[in-house]
């Protein structure tokens, strides 16, 4: 089946780092990628759709200076968090459909195993 | 934007018993995934079900998209069941998802 890889899995670094996150579509290509947030007791926002050799597409209320996305492959996209500070700490997670598909394809979406993002 | 409301918000069951989980989303849709977010934070596929019933094992899921809902069986509950049960769908057409409000299930010996 469709398996989506994300790393790294944690990350705990000093304010004013910035922070990158893959997702790789493992055994098939993904012209369209998603980047969602999960903040604690919460449930999954979506921040960005993450577009293969164009740019992102970002959900009102997400800074896209703040939360660089990079597709340059159609296996490979990243979120890249710029100049991180506490209140960026959160759970991080990508997802893909199947096969070669664009944004409006109708598959079902398989996530990577999440990066969970933690800010001292 | 589409609403996606689940209930109960908590569920506690003894080992072995049996139970339902409620999706009701606020407008149609042609997808509907239900997921499993163990207390690692990983997230489960568990069914891809626009319509009508499949099951899985101890899982089976039924998705009435006439009526706007969708409902997630988890029949003889293990402790390996507990964690977030979210039901998705699909946000501004598309393969972007809405996530519901999930359900937090905790399964005890």
């Known amino acids: 089946g469709a398996v989506v890889s994300q790393h790294p899995s944690r990350v705990i670094c000093k304010s004013g780092t910035s922070v990158k996150i893959e997702c790789r579509s493992l055994d098939f290509q993904a012209t369209t990628m998603f980047w969602y947030r999960q903040f604690p007791k919460q449930s999954l926002m979506l921040m960005a759709t993450?577009?293969?050799?164009?740019?992102?597409?970002?959900e009102q209320g997400v800074e896209k200076d703040k939360f660089l996305i990079n597709h340059a492959s159609l296996t490979l996209s990243t979120l890249t968090v710029t100049s991180a500070h506490p209140e960026d700490s959160s759970f991080y997670i990508c997802?893909?459909?199947?096969?070669?598909?664009?944004?409006?394809?109708?598959?079902?979406?398989?996530f990577g195993d999440g990066t969970r993002l933690s800010i001292l | 934007g589409i609403q996606v409301e689940q209930s109960p918000p908590d569920l506690i069951l003894q080992e072995g018993a049996n139970s339902t989980l409620r999706c009701n989303f606020s407008?149609?849709?042609?997808?509907l995934q239900w997921f499993h977010q163990n207390p690692w934070g990983q997230l489960i596929n568990l069914f891809y079900i626009p319509s009508g019933t499949k099951q899985n094992g101890r899982l089976s899921a039924t998705t009435v998209a006439t009526e706007r809902y969708s409902l997630l069986y988890i029949s003889s509950s293990q402790t390996t069941d507990s964690g977030v049960y979210f039901c998705a769908v699909p946000a501004g057409g598309g393969n972007k998802l809405t996530f519901g409000t999930g359900t937090q299930l905790k399964v005890e010996l």
């Open positions: 997802s893909a459909g199947g096969g070669r598909q664009g944004a409006y394809s109708n598959q079902p979406q398989h």
């Open positions: 407008d149609s849709v042609n997808n």
């Open positions: 993450s577009n293969e050799g164009s740019k992102a597409t970002y």
